[in-house]
């Protein structure tokens, strides 16, 4: 099945924000879809892990239990999709 404008437009969004603007003239063919999602997927892992290192500064019981909801499992993980650079 051929990529249609739109698709390619999409795809492009995504690698000119994890690769830069030259991104924006890439072909794009179902491999490099196929990749896109590879990609995503292997970044969400990550930034899900990230989400467990604590932030600079002072950690005890008070950061811990202020940041239960932000980890994984806690009330807002479904809500938070955050990506980090350092997962790219």
């Avoid at 072909?27 to 892990?49: F, H, P, Q, Y």
């Avoid at 500064?57 to 499992?73: C, E, H, M, R, S």
């Amino acid at each position: 099945m051929e990529v249609t404008e739109n698709e390619a437009r999409d795809a492009r969004i995504i690698l000119v924000a994890f690769f830069g603007q030259s991104a924006e003239n890439w072909s794009i063919n179902d491999r490099v879809i196929e990749l896109i999602g590879e990609m995503l997927t292997k970044n969400r892992k990550c930034a899900e892990v990230m989400g467990l290192v604590p932030r600079p500064g002072l950690v005890d019981k008070n950061y811990i239990k202020g940041n239960f909801a932000t980890w994984p499992g806690g009330s807002s993980a479904a809500k938070n999709h955050t990506e980090y650079v350092s997962c790219s």
